[in-house]
Each structure stands twice: as structure tokens, then as C-alpha cells.
């Protein structure tokens, strides 16, 4: 079964763009914020930004229905504010305290929200494959037209259980869509280096699985792809596949200092291929939005952002008993 690559993208009303900026620049400002809190010893272990990433989930949320469930591993702050997760309670997960979405125990790579549809954040590599697999078993044997995103990276396309993931899906003809973000790097090291393939999109094609190549810095070539996935799923077809090709400006955690690229790489896709500035120039040259509405959104963005620092410094940290809280469920 040949798999496509991404097909015409359709035109977007200018109020789609507005929110697709908005929420995209949300993301980048609050990642922005984030590095400052860990710079700060404000965050505590791994950090790991999406900056640079924005468009994949900002486009593939736009496609998402009430119901819908998403799951990523641990570089997954925007993930939760593109699925209307509340910054405060994310600042105040990432700084540990108690008014986050995991009382403060998650951290940046395992917070969840049961509300949102929103079952994490997993720090090992390819660990959320099969368990957003699961997920989609859960909604096809319920028959509700759910779908499930699952996330993961280049790296992670090279982990053993991701196949055995997509046996099933495909066998059980699962609503799945994997989407692979494609950043380029895995924790040091570029796909070239790393993967046999050079097209991860390809790599379902002997489950029978299709798949898809994306510009994943092009917030509508992400919708367009997602509309096409998740009607393909939702109509009982089985999994899908995405290969969403994009990059992360920053290193692969805080800690990383990223000498395996050159800054004029970097550089490079931050001036001639940058997400938000993509959709700023559709605003602008299609006469959406002007330069003052556009300065008026950023402003309105850092004040939510500073809000929700200033309310993650606020809360306490979770008391010593909470060890002991939210171990184990009981059954009906």
C-alpha cells in the first residue's frame, strides 16, 4: 500500500488564523516563560520546550472533537494548552505545587487532566505508543466515534513497541492516528544518522497502515492532513498515520546544549520557515489582522503568561501525606 504525501491545502477564514496565532504564540510565550522559571531553579528535574513545534498541535487540535483524546511524551506543555488545558494549572504542575493538575507530583513530563482528554506526558521513550493504542481499543469497543491522538518523535519511531502498536491497531482496525513529530534530532542525534528510512510516514505501510508526510511548520497543511485523518478513522477504516516534518529551536531539555547543530542552522529555519511568523504574514498581506491587532494579541499572551507564573509562585507545595494520595483506584 503506497502512502501519500500531503495533499492541497484547502483556504482558512481569517478568524481561523487569528486563533490559530493566538494559540500558537500562547504556547511560545509560555515555553519562553518556562525556560525562565527552570533558569531560575524554579522547575525542578527535566524540561523539555516545544518552541519551534507550535503548528503540529495547534493544527491537529483544530480537528479534534469532544471526546477526542490525546497522549504525547514528555515534551508536552503545548500539547495541554492546545487541548484548553488552563496555564495556571500547568505553571503550577511544572514548579510543583499543589494547585497544578497533578497537585505538583507530575512535573513537566507527567501531568494529566481526565477533563481535557489529556493522559500525559510519559517520560519513557515510545512508552505512550502503546498505551494510546489502548486508548483507541477502549473507544472501538465502545463504538463512539472517538479518536486518539498519539505523539511521538523521530526518535521514538525506532522503538520496538510502536510496531507491535501498530500490529493491533491495524489488525483491530483501531481509531488511532500516530502522529510522528518529526523534529529532525531525537535526544543528540538527526534521523540521518539514526533511522534506515528516510520517510517515517512509510513505515506503517507493511501493517497496511497509510500514511502521510506533513510540513508540520504550516499550521493549515496540519489541519488539512488532520480533517483527512480523522475522517479516515472515525469512519471505521482503522489507524492512520502522520509524519508531521518540523523542528525545535531549542536543545532536546534544558540541559542539553545542542552542539550537535550549528546556530546558523537554527537561525536559518527561524527566519525563512518560523510557524508563527508563517501565519503572521497570511494576516497581515491578507489584511486579517494589522500590526497593532497583532502587538495587542502578544501583550494580551504575556499577561496570561505572567499570570500564571505569578499564580505557580503562589500556590504551596503539596504537603508530605500527599505522597500517599491518588496511588491506587478502586473499582466500581
Known amino acids: 500500500?503506497?502512502?501519500?504525501?500531503?495533499?492541497?491545502?484547502?483556504?482558512?477564514?481569517?478568524?481561523?488564523?487569528?486563533?490559530?496565532?493566538?494559540?500558537?504564540?500562547?504556547?511560545r510565550r509560555f515555553e519562553e516563560k518556562a525556560g525562565q522559571l527552570y533558569g531560575m531553579g524554579l522547575i525542578g528535574g527535566f524540561c523539555h520546550l516545544y518552541i519551534g513545534q507550535e503548528a503540529v498541535v495547534v493544527g491537529l487540535e483544530a480537528t479534534a472533537e469532544d471526546g477526542d483524546k490525546r497522549i504525547t511524551s514528555y515534551r508536552d506543555h503545548g500539547h495541554m494548552l492546545a487541548c484548553g488545558m488552563d496555564p495556571k494549572g500547568v505553571m503550577a504542575e511544572l514548579t510543583g505545587r499543589i494547585d497544578g493538575y497533578s497537585k505538583g507530583k507530575g512535573g513537566s513530563m507527567h501531568m494529566f487532566s481526565k477533563e481535557k482528554h489529556f493522559y500525559g506526558g510519559?517520560?519513557?521513550?515510545?512508552a505512550q505508543v502503546p498505551l494510546g493504542t489502548g486508548l483507541a481499543f477502549a473507544d472501538r469497543y465502545r463504538d463512539n466515534g472517538r479518536v486518539t491522538f498519539t505523539y511521538f518523535g523521530d526518535g521514538a519511531a525506532n522503538q520496538g513497541q510502536v510496531y507491535e502498536s501498530f500490529n493491533m491497531?491495524?489488525?483491530?482496525?483501531?481509531?488511532?492516528?500516530?502522529?510522528?513529530?518529526?523534529?529532525?534530532?531525537?535526544?543528540?542525534?538527526?534521523?540521518?544518522?539514526?533511522?534506515s528510512t528516510p520517510e517515517l510516514y512509510t513505515r506503517g505501510e507493511a501493517f497496511g497502515i497509510k500514511g502521510e508526510l506533513v510540513d508540520g511548520m504550516d499550521v493549515v497543511a496540519v489541519k488539512a492532513a488532520g480533517e483527512k485523518a480523522t475522517k479516515y478513522c472515525r469512519s471505521g477504516k482503522g489507524p492512520y498515520i502522520l509524519e508531521v516534518k518540523?523542528?525545535?529551536?531549542?536543545?532536546?531539555?534544558?540541559?542539553?546544549?545542542?552542539?550537535?547543530?550549528?546556530?546558523e542552522e537554527v537561525q536559518k529555519v527561524r527566519e525563512t520557515h518560523d510557524a508563527i511568523e508563517h501565519v503572521r504574514h497570511l494576516l497581515l498581506d491578507g489584511k486579517h489582522a494589522t500590526e497593532d491587532e497583532l502587538k495587542a494579541i502578544d501583550k494580551d499572551i504575556k499577561a496570561i503568561v505572567n499570570e500564571a507564573a505569578e499564580f505557580a509562585r503562589q500556590s504551596p507545595e503539596p504537603a508530605p501525606e500527599e505522597l500517599w494520595t491518588d496511588i491506587y483506584a478502586e473499582a466500581d
Request: no cysteine; hydrophobic share 35%; charged share 25%.
Open 1 to 27: 500500500m503506497a502512502a501519500r504525501k500531503t495533499s492541497k491545502k484547502p483556504s482558512v477564514s481569517g478568524e481561523d488564523l487569528l486563533k490559530f496565532y493566538r494559540e500558537m504564540l500562547l504556547i
Open 122 to 126: 510519559h517520560g519513557i521513550v515510545g
Open 169 to 195: 491497531a491495524a489488525l483491530w482496525k483501531l481509531p488511532v492516528i500516530f502522529v510522528i513529530e518529526n523534529n529532525q534530532y531525537a535526544m543528540g542525534t538527526s534521523q540521518s544518522r539514526s533511522t
Open 246 to 263: 518540523t523542528y525545535r529551536y531549542r536543545g532536546h531539555s534544558m540541559s542539553d546544549p545542542a552542539k550537535y547543530r550549528t546556530r
